[in-house]
């Protein structure tokens, strides 16, 4: 329950709260699981991300002109990605599957080497000076596109090697140049200078980069362990150990094995995500898999509490005087992870209807929130008139543009407003 304490001194009304938490919520926005929503596809579970691949020769099927609206209406407007956030990786050499080069540069000489490796494939010849100017060109457009779209959560760096993946083990030969890989990680992080981009991992030339989140795709089987080769070891060899702060980790579950990861092996799993600081899984995940099992749904509900974010408040106070609000909340973060992005944390008045009277907007830096305890203060003014009202607390998605971030705590939540407890405008 919230208790409240009152006391005028010189016309300025002082409120506390406390509170009391309560289970975290199953979805929030950017976090949890980020299933592959294409043909076939069957989700059991809430989630807030869908994950795309795409092929650059859908995106620019011609030299300069771009098909990014045709893209996002097949895919992102199917109805299980409608509201959703979005987490994308273009490709140019998925083995198995047709080349993603466009056809315009093969048209010109561009030479494609075949291997048979994990099914066969052809693979670009990364030295071609065309292919080069091309491709840098092209994430250059894709930047302009999607840096400023507010849909769009995480970005994962693709583009060379088998799957976007940077290797083409075990021919390795094949490979772009560190010089290469270093021009299209330089042209990437400008081109997205406001979105969190994930490198597969921190091999080669990918490690020398400090701003790069990166993405584990068999989560846990190869996440944790005493080989160089494995996930984490590959972080903490190149210094990145403390860079989950401020650039995201995530990935997918090793294919078709949630039932190993979610019960038989979930400890592997849990310790994955504390140790490594995962946000998000997918586009494989538990969320893909309809197992009837109360302990695999109960640790599915677990693991989406631990990924990420997860925010409590402890107690709040607001000081009055007239419309102007002096503020101060602490709190916890239970979760692994931050929250990535300056989203904007906005109080408001709800009238005796919960409807919004007014609003203002703080300038709380919701990404300092670190695991552990978060303290923040300020003011805001109201421009309403004198009454009644309870106080609210609202995290603005600026995609949907609502309050869309759930708190674990024992108060009442309407429409992503967070109650933080009664007030009084006076005239």
Not at 44 to 58: A, G, H, I, T
Not at 313 to 331: C, H, M, P, V
Request: charged share 20%; aromatic share 14%; glycine share 8%.
């Amino acid at each position: 329950m919230i208790t409240a304490l009152l006391a005028a001194h010189f016309l300025v009304t002082t409120y506390e709260w406390t509170y009391k938490p309560a289970p975290g919520p199953i979805v929030n926005p950017l976090k949890g699981w980020a299933p592959y929503v294409g043909e076939g596809s069957q989700i059991q579970q809430p989630y807030s991300m869908v994950y795309f691949n795409v092929k650059w020769n859908e995106l620019e099927p011609q030299d300069g002109v771009y098909k990014f609206d045709e893209w996002e209406k097949k895919t992102w407007d199917i109805p299980a990605a409608k509201g959703k956030l979005v987490v994308f990786r273009v490709n140019m050499d998925y083995p198995t599957e047709k080349t993603g080069v466009p056809q315009w540069l093969i048209d010109e000489g561009l030479k494609m080497t075949p291997y048979t490796d994990y099914g066969g494939g052809k693979s670009p010849d990364y030295s071609d000076p065309r292919l080069q100017k091309a491709l840098l060109k092209f994430i250059k457009a894709l930047g302009a596109r999607y840096n400023s779209n507010p849909r769009v959560a995480f970005i994962q760096v693709g583009l060379l090697g088998f799957w976007g993946e940077w290797h083409t083990w075990p021919r390795t030969e094949l490979f772009a140049s560190d010089d290469f890989q270093k021009q299209v990680l330089d042209t990437m992080t400008k081109a997205f200078p406001d979105k969190k981009l994930m490198a597969r991992n921190p091999s080669g030339v990918a490690g020398s980069y400090t701003n790069l989140g990166f993405h584990d795709d068999m989560i846990p089987q190869d996440t944790v362990g005493s080989e160089d080769w494995k996930f984490l070891p590959g972080i903490l060899a190149h210094n990145l150990g403390a860079n989950w702060k401020q650039y995201p980790r995530g990935g997918e579950m090793v294919p078709f094995a949630s039932k190993q990861y979610m019960v038989d092996e979930y400890s592997t799993t849990l310790k994955a995500v504390q140790d490594v600081h995962f946000t998000w899984i997918g586009p494989y995940c538990p969320a893909l898999e309809n197992i009837e099992s109360d302990t695999f749904k109960s640790n599915c509900r677990q693991l989406i509490r631990t990924m990420g974010y997860q925010f409590s408040l402890t107690k709040a106070s607001a000081q009055i005087d007239g419309k102007n609000l002096a503020f101060r909340i602490e709190g916890t973060n239970d979760g692994v992870a931050p929250f990535y992005y300056p989203w904007t944390v906005r109080f408001a008045l709800l009238d005796n209807q919960d409807h919004v009277a007014a609003q203002a907007d703080s300038t709380i830096d919701i990404r300092k929130w670190l695991p552990g305890n978060f303290r923040a203060n300020g003011s805001v003014s109201f421009a309403t008139k004198p009454g009644k009202y309870r106080l609210a607390l609202g995290v603005i998605d600026p995609y949907n543009r609502v309050p869309d971030v759930e708190f674990a705590n024992q108060i009442d939540k309407i429409d992503g407003w967070q109650t933080l407890g009664q007030v009084q405008i006076k005239p």
